[in-house]
């Protein structure tokens, strides 16, 4: 069965510190993988998306992600991180019949 | 781009009153919709599949008399949920799949708090 990990429930970071959040996901196929942001009371805003092709993707807001299949990773980065960005991230795996499964999600705290 | 609406955008209700959710996709045509629950502070998690014109798809430990899904129209889901007790107060989030893009991308609504008194 898939899975998604995101091991970091709670991330704090100080404003223009860079950022990673983890993911690490268990799928039979190649994986179609997602980074979503959601704040408080809100849906979900997509980040980025990987189908295939060039692993390192870029995204809206700055934000970017890897694609490491030997490690079955997806990890999201920012290098400067802003006050706004503070919300909470999900990574989800898309699987047969387009369904996603998501990962626990991360929060992550922005210090001034 | 691909805009999926949810109505109402938070509701309260009485506990054994029934409630419902509207999902549409504005500008798109949808076959295929998915309906979300979410707890405080926790991932969401999948409840049902919900196919135009035939019936939904329910996850595992869902309650399909509890969580009724009908799918009428190409732009419209609802979710009602039945005889709602304080345990059922939750985000419930949607989303439509758009065939038109690459991997038919879901795309999500705003969500719906219910709240149950």
């Known amino acids: 069965a898939q899975s998604v990990t995101q091991p970091d429930i709670h991330i704090t970071v100080s404003e223009g510190a860079s950022l990673e959040l983890r993911c690490n996901y268990s799928?039979?196929?190649?994986?179609?993988l997602f980074w979503y942001v959601q704040s408080p009371g809100q849906g979900l805003q997509l980040l980025l998306k990987?189908?295939?092709?060039?692993?390192l993707v870029q995204g809206i807001k700055g934000f970017e992600a890897e694609f490491k299949r030997s490690q079955s990773s997806f990890n999201l980065r920012k290098p400067s991180v802003h006050w706004s960005d503070a919300a909470e991230y999900f990574c989800a795996v898309g699987r047969e019949g387009n369904m996603l499964t998501f990962g626990g999600g991360t929060r992550l705290m922005v210090k001034p | 781009g691909a805009v999926v609406s949810q109505h109402p955008s938070w509701v309260i209700c009485k506990s054994g009153t029934s409630v419902k959710i509207e999902c549409r996709s504005l500008?798109?045509?949808?076959?295929?919709m998915f309906w979300y629950r979410q707890f405080p502070k926790q991932s969401l998690m999948l409840m049902a599949t919900?196919?135009?014109?035939?019936?939904?798809?329910?996850e595992q430990g869902v309650e399909k008399d509890k969580f009724l899904i009908n799918h009428a129209s190409l732009t419209l889901s609802t979710l009602t949920v039945t005889s709602a007790h304080p345990e059922d107060s939750s985000f419930y989030i949607c989303?439509?799949?758009?065939?038109?893009?690459?991997?038919?991308?879901?795309?999500f609504g705003p969500g719906t708090r219910l709240t149950v008194l």
């Open positions: 989303s439509a799949r758009d065939l038109r893009t690459a991997y038919n991308e879901q795309f």
């Open positions: 990987y189908f295939s092709g060039d692993t």
């Open positions: 799928y039979g196929a190649t994986p179609y």
């Open positions: 919900s196919n135009e014109g035939s019936k939904a798809t329910y």
């Open positions: 500008d798109f045509q949808a076959t295929t």
